[in-house]
């Protein structure tokens, strides 16, 4: 099977955010890195295109995406003081739509900078 | 070059070779030869070996070096013992003043070694007036030395979008930010929360007990591209796409430069984007929230009215 080569990926497992990684990829998974260091090159190769984990889970029970929105909005909706943390391992336009969202329910943004 | 409470050989292991100690730059043709590193920690990591000076100071007392540090860049005396008290001979605290002054270009990396002991925040505080009072003498920066991917885009969008960086508090309508108060574990530890919408971290893995109990206590909604520790204590989990793997984007590198991601592999997941999008188009369908609401006295206005 043909491997797709990716030029100039960028590794966001640490802060330095290396952007000259060289990826060889097979549909389902990383293959080889280049220039990675070594935690980088664990970072992209453990996480793969498979699907491993059940698509949502509410209650520990499996259910669709759809369902767990629906959840999660009324989650948030019905709460006083929500809180929307993390958001170190999204990507910036993930970012302000969680900005977007708590300000919305009225709660309190954070991320891991206030550990 | 300072690194304090940082051990970037084995956390950052290229950010020696390709950011900051052995790049050639215009006014450093010899790169490693033209710069010199100084580390400070607590024990011995394996940086220490890059490092042309290493001073090993006891455990909790970064705050009182720095102190030390600020009052001898300004010239005034300083007790002869409070160098015996940071576990330094005095001589090492002044040569490192005579260094950094000698500097044409200081900067001070701080790492979760500072940030996170005793002091904290305070800490950091100290390392960035000590950077400022510098540049009295020469030009001298400090940088946080930033653990996870994008946190540094987190600061970004904060900011530009809040006007605070992080703990920004949204409730009145208004950004409110205060540190301590509006500071995650503070939340949980005193269980102000009543509700965690969770996305790119896995707090169940790394925050003090209290904070764990207290997500599992309140609905936790968790986006992730794992089932994580916090998943399992989570009411909701939705499974998102890999960011930079997975899913495309921008992530911020630590000295706040923009980089796009190509991703490598197509998800069978949606994005961390298009699920929070979700979201909110979800709460937007719903009456809004108004004091009292959730208590006794109802009163219900739906959005976009």
Request: with cysteine; glycine share 8%.
């Amino acid at each position: 099977m043909s491997l797709t080569v990716v030029k100039n990926a960028t590794c966001t497992f640490c802060g330095c955010v290396c952007d000259d990684i060289e990826l060889h990829a097979n549909a389902e998974k990383i293959v080889a890195t280049k220039r990675a260091c070594s935690l980088g090159e664990s970072w992209f190769k453990n996480h793969t295109a498979e699907r491993l984990y059940p698509e949502a889970l509410i209650d520990g029970q499996e259910a669709t995406v759809d369902a767990a929105v629906e959840v999660a909005a009324d989650y948030l909706v019905n709460a006083n003081m929500p809180l929307v943390y993390g958001m170190s391992n999204v990507t910036c336009e993930a970012q302000r739509e969680a900005v977007s969202l708590a300000e919305l329910v009225g709660g309190i943004i954070d991320s891991h900078t206030s550990l | 070059m300072i690194y304090w409470g940082g051990n970037p050989a084995e956390c950052h292991p290229r950010h020696f070779t390709k950011y900051s100690l052995t790049q050639k730059g215009k006014f450093t043709p010899n790169g490693r030869k033209d710069r010199t590193m100084v580390l400070v920690d607590i024990r011995e990591t394996p940086s220490a070996k890059a490092a042309d000076l290493f001073l090993q100071i006891r455990p909790g007392k970064d705050f009182e070096l720095i102190s030390v540090l600020r009052a001898l860049v300004k010239g005034q005396r300083v007790r002869a013992d409070a160098a015996a008290e940071i576990g330094l001979p005095m001589q090492q605290v002044h040569d490192l003043v005579g260094m950094m002054k000698a500097a044409r270009f200081g900067i001070i990396f701080f790492g979760m070694g500072l940030s996170m002991t005793r002091g904290k925040h305070m800490n950091s505080a100290g390392v960035l007036m000590l950077a400022a009072e510098m540049n009295a003498f020469t030009k001298f920066v400090a940088m946080p030395m930033r653990g996870h991917g994008n946190v540094t885009g987190a600061d970004v969008v904060m900011r530009y979008s809040t006007g605070y960086p992080f703990g920004v508090n949204l409730c009145r309508g208004y950004p409110r930010f205060n540190p301590g108060e509006f500071s995650t574990v503070d939340l949980l530890v005193r269980g102000d929360n009543d509700a965690c919408l969770v996305l790119g971290a896995d707090p169940g893995a790394t925050m003090p007990q209290p904070a764990i109990d207290h997500l599992a206590r309140i609905p936790t909604i968790v986006l992730d591209p794992k089932v994580t520790h916090t998943s399992r204590l989570a009411r909701v989990h939705i499974t998102t796409a890999v960011t930079g793997v997975s899913a495309p984007g921008t992530a911020y590198r630590m000295d706040e430069i923009p980089l796009p991601l190509r991703p490598a592999l197509k998800s069978p997941y949606p994005t961390d984007e298009q699920v929070v999008r979700r979201i909110r188009e979800a709460v937007q369908r719903r009456p809004a929230w108004l004091p009292g609401r959730n208590g006794k006295h109802g009163n219900l206005v739906s959005h976009g009215m």
